[in-house]
């Protein structure tokens, strides 16, 4: 079991009103598991998601990842989990602009605190696994949006985390782009990866094997894809 | 994270926004600059002044009716004005009663009449020679040498013959080709006979010290007006030893000579290498106070631009901070990068700021003649203050950053 959520709440104050994204989720996510959390605006997907990544954490309930207890760990302990079990894949890419890819790729490894050589070594195994181990000297404006977010998946994979957490990863790509990168996911995910994605495309979400779906904050259904 | 990486980054960054960093720069650069120019100077001057102070030979006190230099006002320079002439006859006197301590004792008058030329036969110098009168004591009390021909003797003096030592320069002027010895030569409607030139001495903060010509002091006072003179007295100790003891003794002939009662005040004015050096030291502290405060000055404000500018950095890159959590930077990590930045930014200005203001204090020293020195202590000083600046100024844009939240950050556009 890599993800063990029980009861989680989250709530946020916005002026005098409080907005209950989370009212009470549990949900078990096991290694090597293809899933997709679906939702409109508004059900709390972003939340879990951000929760899930640990870059929030709930305001109450029980969240393990890998045994530990993310839930109450403060940043400095959250940010350690974020390098070294979660690789992000955003919408918007998320890369540094003025870098080349190679260094993009490098930039969890610097904050495991890696040695260059190690770095540099490893951060090219990733982008080759990526298909694009000709391109690593190139800036995020002179590739693709495909390249882009292959680049953004070599930086997520390039720390062998646990689990590969995606938002809306075709969301800023053409459908042809949008196929090879769920391709992608898929290579990964027969190489034993645990991927999670994010999205409100049905299209999507088929791709993977098991569909999570949020409405006001609870989960509607969960249970493997039709 | 390693620091080295921290570094590296922080490079980077600021070399995004290279006018930006320049400008910000500069600031702290200018600050720097006018302390480390000010304090270049003072100490090269000073340094020049402590070797070399040529003005008097060592262990030498002169006495003479005005303080040099340093203008007083009011009651005290009217005092001053009313003193009496020190004489031919009061300085031979106050000679005498110190032969059994010291033989050397230089009297010296200075034409004062307006510019003087020397000319012989159709040939003269450029009018503003140093012209005197002195006795054969001149050389020791003023580290000058004869190149050729002779010193005064006490005779020369004694007999007030017409007879002159040229400076080097009026040499050149006068006698290009020839010998000077035995030539006559004029000077301010009187003739003088050559019998000796002094050896080059150079110039001392930017004056030379070469177009000089000096008679018998005797013959000067009988050719010009002895009351018109009022004689400074240069007196040599003949040890560093018993230098104090000289300097009570010819307190004392002084006053004898001058005729005070016991509650007068001395009529007359003591002045040393030690106080010509107390005298200069005195106004370089001013000088190096003024160019603290304005040092100090320059520096707050630019540290306020600095602050200022990552501010606006930390707004800016708030997407890349978020980037960077979200991959795993701790809070620390983010801390220390911005913390490095505004350091380098501080310390890069005042590496700047070192560099122009050592060269344009030595330019400066060397213009005056003096010789090139290198403030450690105060380049030591003005690293450090940039590096306190850098983090006082980087701080709280850095704690800024580091406290971001990762998903608002990441939201940013």
């Known amino acids: ?226 | 994270m390693e620091f080295r990486e921290i570094l590296r980054m922080a490079f980077g960054s600021l070399g995004v926004n290279k006018l930006r960093s320049f400008l910000t720069m500069s600031g702290i650069s200018i600050g720097v600059f006018s302390v480390i120019g000010v304090m270049t100077a003072v100490s090269a001057l000073r340094g020049s002044i402590e070797t070399g102070l040529s003005v008097l030979g060592s262990n030498i006190f002169q006495i003479s009716r005005n303080p040099t230099g340093f203008q007083t006002s009011g009651e005290a320079r009217r005092r001053i004005e009313q003193r009496r002439n020190i004489t031919l006859e009061q300085a031979q006197r106050y000679q005498q009663l110190l032969r059994d301590v010291t033989e050397v004792v230089c009297l010296k008058a200075f034409y004062r009449d307006g510019p003087v030329q020397a000319s012989h036969g159709n040939r003269q110098t450029e009018p503003g020679l140093t012209f005197g009168g002195s006795n054969e004591h001149f050389l020791a009390a003023n580290q000058y040498a004869i190149d050729l021909g002779r010193n005064f003797t006490a005779e020369d003096i004694d007999l007030a013959r017409p007879f002159v030592i040229l400076g080097q320069s009026v040499v050149r002027k006068l006698f290009p080709a020839e010998s000077p010895l035995g030539k006559r030569v004029k000077l301010a409607g009187r003739t003088y006979e050559v019998i000796g030139t002094f050896a080059e001495k150079g110039s001392s903060f930017g004056q030379t010290q070469d177009e000089i010509v000096i008679v018998p002091v005797t013959r000067f006072l009988s050719d010009f007006g002895a009351a018109r003179f009022s004689i400074n007295l240069a007196t040599q100790a003949p040890s560093q030893a018993v230098y104090n003891e000289t300097l009570d003794r010819a307190i004392t002939a002084m006053r004898i000579v001058r005729s005070l009662r016991a509650e007068q005040e001395n009529d007359f004015e003591i002045y040393s290498n030690d106080s010509l050096i107390a005298a200069f030291a005195q106004i370089a502290d001013v000088v190096r106070a003024g160019a603290l405060v304005i040092s100090a000055i320059a520096l707050l404000a630019a540290s306020v631009g600095i602050m200022n500018i990552m501010l606006v950095s930390v707004t800016e890159r708030t997407k890349e901070i978020g980037i960077r959590k979200s991959v795993g930077a701790r809070r620390r990590s983010i801390l220390g990068q911005f913390l490095i930045e505004a350091v380098l930014l501080s310390v890069t200005g005042g590496v700047v700021g070192i560099i122009l203001g050592v060269l344009t204090g030595n330019a400066l020293a060397v213009w005056l003649q003096a010789e090139v020195v290198f403030p450690w202590g105060w380049a030591a000083l003005g690293l450090v203050t940039c590096s306190f600046i850098g983090v006082a100024a980087g701080l709280y844009p850095a704690l800024k950053a580091a406290n971001l939240d990762p998903i608002e950050s990441l939201r940013y556009e």
């Open chain 1, 1 to 226: 079991m890599v993800i063990r959520i029980e009861g989680v709440t989250k709530l946020y104050r916005m002026g005098a009103e409080t907005i209950h994204a989370l009212r009470g989720v549990n949900l078990e996510i096991r290694r090597n598991e293809y899933l997709a959390i679906m939702g409109p605006s508004g059900s709390g997907k972003s939340t879990l998601m951000n929760m899930l990544g640990c870059l929030d954490t709930p305001s109450a309930g029980r969240y393990d990842f890998n045994g530990k207890d993310v839930a109450r760990m403060v940043d400095d302990e959250l940010a350690e989990i974020r390098n070294r079990e979660i690789g992000f894949v955003f919408q918007t890419f998320n890369l540094l602009p003025r870098s080349d890819a190679l260094h993009n790729v490098e930039l969890p490894l610097i904050y495991a605190g890696l040695s260059p050589a190690v770095r540099r070594e490893r951060a090219l195994v990733a982008l080759r696994n990526v298909g694009l181990g000709d391109r690593i000297h190139h800036k995020p404006n002179e590739m693709s949006g495909g390249q882009r977010q292959r680049v953004a998946i070599a930086r997520a994979l390039v720390n062998h985390p646990s689990i590969l957490l995606a938002d809306e990863p075709t969301g800023n790509l053409d459908s042809r782009t949008g196929e090879e990168i769920m391709a992608l996911f898929e290579d990964l995910y027969e190489q034993g990866h645990t991927i999670i994605v994010v999205t409100h495309e049905e299209d999507i979400a088929r791709h993977a094997r098991r569909v999570v779906r949020l409405r006001d904050g609870l989960i509607e259904s969960d249970g493997p894809v039709p």
